[in-house]
């Protein structure tokens, strides 16, 4: 039973950080891209960020980039990010995916249909 759950959203104010966390049992986790992706009250499911297998290669949305650091442990099958100079625009559920390579090592990717596997989501408010 492949599984991703999301914690560490919340309310916060403008300016301050968060640090979500994205527990993962997918078995191929460790050969598995990881990437987060947001989506605000009307509007699509968006990308935010992503991480390769081995944590070595990152990409970020022109919006977040500067702001939000993604990274992983892969002891722990966890993928994490974190938040600062949060914005009112940041306001959105937060979903993290897992990229499914099957026997290989998937590449990173912005494009949500790439993704095999979502969690339910945590919210994230941001207040001016």
């Known amino acids: 039973q492949v599984q991703l759950v999301e914690s560490g959203g919340g309310l916060v104010q403008a300016g301050g950080s968060l640090r979500l966390s994205c527990g993962a049992s997918?078995?191929?986790?460790?050969?598995?891209?990881m990437g987060w992706f947001r989506q605000a009250p009307g509007q699509e499911r968006g990308f935010v960020a992503v991480?390769?297998?081995?944590?070595?290669?990152?990409y970020y949305s022109n919006s977040v980039k500067g702001r939000f650091t993604i990274s992983r442990d892969n002891a722990k099958n966890t993928v994490y990010l974190q938040i600062n100079s949060l914005k009112p625009e940041d306001t959105a559920v937060y979903f993290c995916?897992?990229?499914?390579?099957?026997?290989?090592?998937?590449?990173?990717?912005?494009?949500?249909?790439?993704?095999?596997?979502w969690g339910q989501g945590t919210q994230v408010t941001v207040s001016s």
């Open positions: 997918v078995r191929t986790f460790t050969r598995d891209a």
């Open positions: 995916a897992a990229r499914n390579g099957g026997r290989y090592y998937s590449m990173i990717s912005e494009g949500i249909y790439e993704y095999d596997y």
């Open positions: 991480i390769s297998w081995s944590g070595s290669s990152t």
